[in-house]
């Protein structure tokens, strides 16, 4: 009379930000010491100019560990900490990040001086480091790639010397207004009242498009009601909801709230 013995099979689903970078070099020109050196270079730069702890971004080879072209940057942490859309909505974040990586890497550098090539690219006086060091880029999280990891590939310095002299321009799909269904009257109060250009590109969530969104002031415009689940992960995201009636006479004191969320964005 005993229940027949089932099996059961946990599964958990997760979501994570995550940011792929891919060197715009052939590929035939990159070898697997110089993706792993840049990989793990900036990594320690984004967990310096951050203040991450070490495990708080990971990265992964990509498409594989064998045949390396790029890498994926994640955010491990719970809840993210929002790093990976600073590096490509703030033009000077990657750039920091490429110089601190440089210095962690026992170069000397300075934000005001630096090298014209990588020829110029000198140690440190006092640095005892040959290909890496566990006070550079090795560490516990990458002790499978230790072999690959050679600071001195000159590709590798090559490539970080030229982000760190870089600014990052962020670039959306066009797409106009009025194939976003936004009435032409409201944009012209947005200019009105000098409040940034919405994102050319809309917002997808669980295949539900929010037209009118501002990714870097984390600031989304509603002119109907979400699903309650995705109005929760906008919110756990850090976004700020501003709610529009269908009625353009109400617009005016809406506006006035909208432009008060951007001061407070920017402040």
Same mark, same amino acid.
């Given at each position: 009379?005993?229940?027949?013995?089932?099996?059961?099979?946990?599964? *958990?689903?997760?979501?994570?930000?995550?940011?792929?970078?891919?060197?715009? !070099?052939?590929?035939?020109?990159?070898?697997?010491?110089?993706?792993?050196?840049?990989?793990?270079?900036?990594?320690?730069?984004?967990?310096? =100019?951050?203040?991450?702890?070490?495990?708080?971004?990971?990265?992964?080879?990509?498409?594989? %560990?064998? &045949?390396?072209? &790029?890498?994926?940057?994640?955010? @491990?942490?719970?809840?993210?900490?929002?790093?990976?859309?600073?590096?490509?909505?703030?033009?000077?974040?990657?750039?920091?990040?490429?110089?601190?990586?440089?210095? !962690?890497?026992?170069?000397?550098?300075?934000?005001?001086?630096?090298?014209?090539? +990588?020829?110029?690219?000198?140690?440190? &006086?006092?640095? =005892?480091? =040959?290909?890496?060091?566990?006070?550079?880029?090795?560490?516990?999280?990458?002790?499978?790639?230790?072999?690959?990891?050679?600071?001195?590939?000159?590709?590798?310095?090559?490539?970080?010397?030229?982000? @760190?002299?870089?600014?990052?321009?962020?670039?959306?799909?066009?797409?106009? %207004?009025?194939?976003?269904?936004?009435?032409?009257? #409201?944009? *012209?109060?947005?200019?009105?009242?000098?409040?940034?250009?919405?994102?050319?590109?809309?917002?997808? !969530?669980?295949?539900? !498009?929010?037209? =009118? +969104?501002?990714?870097?002031?984390?600031?989304?415009?509603?002119?109907?009601?979400?699903?309650?689940?995705?109005?929760?992960?906008?919110?756990?995201?850090?976004?700020?909801?501003?709610?529009?009636?269908?009625?353009?006479?109400? #617009?005016?004191?809406?506006?006035?709230?909208?432009?008060?969320?951007?001061?407070?964005?920017?402040?």
């Amino acid at each position: 009379m005993a229940n027949p013995r089932q099996w059961i099979v946990p599964s *958990v689903e997760d979501r994570k930000n995550a940011l792929f970078i891919k060197p715009a !070099i052939p590929e035939k020109e990159l070898n697997p010491k110089t993706v792993a050196t840049i990989q793990y270079g900036l990594l320690r730069g984004i967990e310096e =100019v951050f203040q991450l702890e070490e495990g708080e971004i990971l990265a992964e080879p990509m498409p594989s %560990s064998d &045949g390396r072209s &790029g890498f994926l940057l994640y955010e @491990a942490a719970e809840g993210g900490a929002g790093v990976l859309t600073r590096l490509v909505t703030d033009s000077q974040s990657l750039s920091q990040v490429a110089l601190e990586a440089l210095k !962690i890497m026992h170069f000397d550098v300075d934000a005001t001086k630096l090298p014209s090539s +990588v020829e110029h690219l000198n140690d440190l &006086g006092s640095q =005892v480091c =040959v290909a890496g060091c566990y006070k550079c880029l090795l560490s516990y999280f990458n002790q499978t790639d230790h072999e690959l990891i050679d600071r001195r590939d000159s590709l590798a310095k090559s490539i970080l010397l030229k982000m @760190a002299k870089s600014k990052t321009q962020h670039q959306d799909c066009e797409v106009e %207004s009025a194939q976003l269904n936004i009435d032409p009257n #409201w944009i *012209v109060l947005l200019d009105q009242n000098k409040i940034p250009s919405i994102d050319r590109k809309p917002l997808s !969530i669980e295949g539900t !498009i929010i037209p =009118v +969104v501002w990714r870097s002031h984390y600031i989304v415009a509603l002119f109907s009601d979400l699903p309650r689940h995705i109005e929760k992960q906008l919110e756990d995201k850090g976004f700020t909801l501003v709610r529009f009636s269908q009625d353009p006479t109400s #617009w005016a004191a809406q506006i006035k709230t909208l432009a008060k969320c951007f001061e407070g964005a920017s402040s």
